[in-house]
């Protein structure tokens, strides 16, 4: 039955999109995000079903839509550059099965996120593909928060749709993601057009903001509380009193610490008291390999190299842990040695830096820290525009700056460098951007055309564009 649903409801969508070419790409970005392939038990898993539709997008772009406002910026080509250079890598991978199996997923998000800004030609679908960003993302925080509130949910324990550690399905980047999309959420419930800001659409809003601020409580993902720390800060920036504003952030997660389940506290506790912590001494060591292992390989060893690697590091004594908590002994208070191997980066930055070296690690530093720069040139632009039709503009830069820059702190801690949700807000920037800067010009020439037209340049130009039409 969960089956008919999913095909249904993918049926009704691919019969909007034929007649409206752009929905093929939002139904590509609901596929990307949800994955009802893996909801599904038979039908839809058992076909190609992102190719599918991604054919279709591009098919429906190519013959379907005008061509006239695509622009191609910069950072598109240095994703195009990341993407040579990742395949170059695959081709000399260190451990070349696992490589490509990684590759045949990567691949198809970054060509995704190099195609998809030259959809984004107006206001309507740049904020068509942020509420399908955050609708899609809601079905899984959505469920996420409801269960965290009847259960309090665990490390490692709570279910969001199915039993699943990949994609947005993995604790920590669902904790992630769910604070990224916070400022978007917000943005939409106040400048909104597709569901105007009405007291409906800002009720749905907040619930969401709270569902998303669970999300790290129920996985116990210290990502989240990383993120959650980031975004409160990042507030600071735009709020008139910075004091009280402060004053009461303390307050409440102050007061909110006894309603919290014991498990969440216990697991954000073991932050201050990292040497005792495995997993937190596992990374560090997993770090500590990576930066040697670039020393001698400069351009990387292709994906999943950290299979390569073979660690040992120390635990210290846990002075608040029982003997019942802890699944090492130490004798006379003695520090225990720990050797492992084949263990995951857990950071994008050194994730970037194994696999690609520091060629792949900078063109990939570039992208987003480009991303973040142009976003801030954005908002000091349109801040004070007094213009109906740009007022929108500065805080929807905000928004995307917003989400990327507590990306960029996630993703300190988690394995995310080729995540495609965050490549679809990149793609978001880059659309804003290319549309912001388009407008500009036309609004430049047109007052010369004017003059040389005697103000009929509607008749001296064939088939004139309205610039600023949605």
């Not at 990307?32 to 539709?53: C, E, G, H, K, T």
């Not at 937190?280 to 001698?296: C, D, G, H, N």
């Not at 400069?298 to 590091?313: A, M, V």
């Not at 995540?419 to 659309?431: H, S, V």
Request: a neutral charge.
């Amino acid at each position: 039955m969960r089956d008919l649903v999913f095909v249904a409801y993918l049926l009704a969508l691919l019969f909007i999109a034929f007649k409206r070419p752009f929905m093929f790409t939002l139904v590509y970005a609901y596929i990307d995000i949800v994955a009802p392939q893996r909801l599904s038990y038979f039908l839809l898993n058992s076909v190609p079903l992102s190719m599918i539709v991604f054919g279709l997008a591009f098919l429906g772009y190519m013959v379907g839509d005008s061509k006239q406002d695509s622009r191609f910026s910069v950072r598109q080509g240095l994703m195009v550059l990341l993407l040579i250079y990742c395949g170059y890598t695959t081709i000399q991978a260190a451990v070349p099965e696992p490589a490509l199996a990684k590759w045949g997923w990567v691949w198809k998000a970054m060509i995704f996120a190099i195609f998809l800004p030259l959809t984004l030609k107006t206001k309507l679908r740049l904020e068509a593909l942020t509420l399908f960003m955050v609708l899609c993302a809601s079905a899984l925080i959505v469920t996420g928060g409801i269960k965290t509130l009847g259960s309090g949910g665990g490390y490692g324990v709570l279910v969001i749709l199915i039993d699943d550690n990949a994609g947005l399905y993995e604790g920590s980047i669902i904790s992630m993601v769910s604070i990224c999309i916070i400022p978007l959420i917000l943005w939409l419930a106040n400048h909104g057009t597709i569901f105007p800001p009405d007291w409906r659409t800002k009720t749905y809003a907040y619930a969401l903001t709270f569902a998303a601020l669970l999300i790290p409580i129920g996985t116990q993902a210290r990502t989240g509380l990383v993120c959650i720390a980031v975004l409160a800060v990042l507030q600071l920036r735009f709020v008139r009193y910075r004091f009280i504003y402060a004053g009461v952030a303390a307050t409440i997660g102050l007061m909110s610490i006894p309603f919290l389940p014991q498990s969440f506290t216990d697991r954000m506790s073991t932050i201050e008291n990292y040497k005792a912590d495995e997993s937190a001494s596992t990374r560090i060591a997993v770090w500590q390999w990576t930066w040697e292992y670039a020393k001698s390989n400069p351009f990387g060893g292709g994906f999943d190299s950290y299979r390569l690697n073979e660690i040992s590091y120390e635990l210290a004594d846990d002075p608040t842990a029982t003997e019942e908590e802890t699944d090492y002994f130490l004798d006379d208070d003695e520090p225990v040695e720990v050797v492992d191997e084949s263990r995951a980066f857990h950071s994008s930055y050194f994730e970037m830096l194994g696999e690609q070296g520091y060629p792949g690690l900078i063109i990939w530093l570039v992208i987003h820290v480009g991303g973040i720069w142009r976003m801030e040139t954005l908002r000091r632009r349109y801040e004070k525009s007094q213009k109906a039709g740009e007022k929108w503009v500065a805080p929807f830069a905000i928004a995307l700056q917003h989400g990327h820059i507590i990306y960029m702190a996630g993703a300190l801690f988690v394995g995310v460098a080729y995540l495609p949700f965050i490549y679809m807000l990149i793609a978001l920037q880059i659309g804003l951007d290319t549309y912001m800067a388009r407008r500009s010009e036309e609004a430049r020439w047109k007052p010369i055309a004017n003059r040389l037209t005697g103000g009929k340049i509607a008749q001296a130009l064939p088939n004139p564009r309205r610039p600023f039409a949605n």
